[in-house]
């Protein structure tokens, strides 16, 4: 189980951190991933971050803003989300795989949590 957290509303500009703890599997197997999901629109990818942390991945809309890390000792993978934006508003979802293929895509993640909702406002 995958329980994301720290959501909320915030000025454009503001920060939050979301964080996700996991349970029930071995947290240090899976290669973890951030995406989100605004109404009306698919689920994209955010930031991902390797089973060890040396390698972190982002899209170009947060690049420069977000920062993925994980601390496997807590079975938790946070996002820092810096200079917020409007459009940055969606649900959040931390999820998991065991294989960095595709990490770009939703559908490669096999483990996944509750979302949590961010709200931008300008």
């Known amino acids: 189980q995958l329980q994301a957290s720290g959501g909320g509303l915030v000025q454009a500009g503001g920060s939050l951190r979301l964080s996700c703890v996991a349970s029930g599997r071995t947290f240090s197997d899976y290669f973890m991933g951030w995406f989100r999901q605004a109404p009306g629109k698919k689920r994209e990818f955010v930031a991902a971050?390797?089973?060890?942390?040396?390698?972190?991945y982002y899209a170009d809309s947060v690049k420069g803003r977000f920062t993925i890390s994980r601390d496997n000792a807590k079975n938790t993978v946070y996002l820092q989300m810096n200079s917020l934006k409007p459009e940055d508003t969606a649900v959040y979802y931390c999820?998991?795989?065991?294989?960095?293929?595709?990490?770009?895509?939703?559908?490669?993640?096999?483990?996944w949590g509750q979302g949590t909702q961010v709200t931008v406002s300008s």
């Open positions: 999820a998991g795989d065991r294989s960095e293929y595709d990490l770009y895509n939703a559908g490669a993640y096999d483990y």
């Open positions: 971050i390797s089973w060890s942390g040396s390698r972190t």
